[in-house]
């Protein structure tokens, strides 16, 4: 069958097209606006292409460049599925590390638009590549809001950061040593906010306890425990100058202000992701694991979509990044190998949130987490957390494969 192989430099603006048949021979080049009359302008000259050199398998392929190939992408499937039988046509969404590297094949090619486009189509006949793009709305719905989620929950963390280091300028006795579990709880966040150092310092134990009291609706088993290492950690920290005061609250204070709202705007999407869960058969089997909820699970049902397009759990962790690079010459083979750095960073994040969420829950899981903790001296628990993310993949892979609930370790035979 006679192919016509077709790669597009895609942009903002502006798709860098080129043609190319199966023998890698040149057919045609040109650009197109980035619109759908830019789109119906490709497709029209496509079928000229194919008519006239009598091909009859069609393939498109381009880069995964989030926004900017969407749309077309999209949209080329489904007008060409209209000319389904005659035309066999493929849409792939290529991985742009892996069009890269194959391009360093290539000794002397410059880099522009247009020669990215034929790099595309010639990436195209060499036949590894990955499942032709199928329909998969649904997957991408919940998609835009798990990643959303993601970028959020990395902002998150990047300013309570920020407010940490502010908090050892303004109490470092309290950053160095905190009595709370949790500095971003709401009687942490009240001392912080309404009490200086010096006035904790002045305060009697009666006072102290009284505030701790109120601001903790009397949770605290102890609380003249909490309000002595308080005021001892008021003494003990450094003093800001006058001139420092009001600057190190107004930026802690607009750091917490921005806090609040990410966590406030974090919880529309979880109440959405929820919601839009309920419509996926495959989320009760990821959440018959304690630990996995609908959030977690939208994660990873986002990323993998389809479990048919992975061979095994090892393409899954691979997909993923959850995987180590090999080292062997002759007769040695190293046993310290680091991480890959490339896969889907947003399903190896739910990977990991997921699996910190079951060693809580799972006793499997927990002994697992603790014997790859106990392996190291160093950086122990970011390692056994991301060991217990590829055995999930495990779990992850078969549940999905075989659409069957999971069954705890108590509940086995």
Do not use: C
């Not at 522009?112 to 499942?131: E, G, T």
């Amino acid at each position: 069958m006679s192919q016509i192989l077709v790669g597009v430099d895609v942009s903002l603006k502006t798709h860098h097209v080129h043609f190319m048949n199966g023998d890698g021979q040149s057919l045609d080049e040109f650009s197109v606006p980035n619109n759908r009359e830019g789109a119906d302008t490709l497709i029209q000259r496509l079928l000229k292409r194919a008519q006239s050199g009598q091909a009859a398998d069609l393939r498109i392929g381009m880069e995964a460049t989030d926004q900017y190939s969407w749309h077309i992408a999209h949209y080329l499937r489904a007008q060409l599925k209209g000319y389904e039988p005659d035309y066999q046509t493929s849409v792939y969404v290529l991985n742009a590390r892996k069009v890269a590297r194959f391009k360093k094949g290539y000794d002397t090619l410059p880099k522009n638009d247009h020669i990215d486009a034929w790099v595309i189509a010639d990436h195209l006949r060499f036949d590894r590549l990955p499942r032709a793009m199928q329909e998969t709305v649904q997957y991408e719905a919940l998609q835009r809001l798990t990643r959303t989620r993601f970028h959020f929950m990395k902002e998150l963390a990047r300013n309570k950061t920020f407010f940490l280091n502010q908090l050892f300028l303004k109490f470092s006795g309290l950053r160095q040593d905190s009595p709370f579990a949790n500095t971003f709880g709401a009687t942490s966040l009240a001392v912080i906010e309404e009490l200086e150092p010096e006035r904790i310092a002045e305060m009697s134990i009666e006072d102290l306890v009284d505030f701790l009291q109120v601001k903790g609706k009397h949770h605290f088993s102890e609380p003249e425990e909490i309000a002595q290492y308080l005021k001892k950690l008021a003494r003990s920290s450094y003093q800001l100058t006058p001139s420092m005061k009001d600057p190190v609250n107004l930026s802690m204070s607009v750091t917490l202000s921005l806090i609040r709202h990410i966590e406030m705007q974090v919880k529309r999407l979880d109440k959405e992701i929820s919601r839009l869960m309920q419509a996926i058969p495959q989320r009760l089997v990821l959440t018959s694991v304690k630990g996995i909820g609908d959030v977690f699970a939208a994660g990873l049902l986002a990323e993998i979509g389809d479990i048919k397009r992975f061979k095994s759990h090892h393409a899954l962790a691979k997909y993923a990044g959850l995987v180590w690079s090999q080292y062997q010459s002759g007769e040695y083979e190293s046993e310290d190998t680091s991480r890959i750095r490339t896969g889907d960073k947003y399903l190896r994040y739910y990977l990991i949130q997921a699996a910190d969420s079951i060693r809580k829950y799972d006793s499997d899981y927990q002994a697992f987490y603790q014997k790859k903790y106990r392996e190291v001296t160093r950086h122990q628990h970011k390692r056994a957390l991301v060991l217990t993310a590829r055995k999930l993949v495990r779990l992850v892979y078969s549940l999905l494969s075989t659409n069957q609930l999971y069954t705890p370790p108590e509940g086995r035979t």
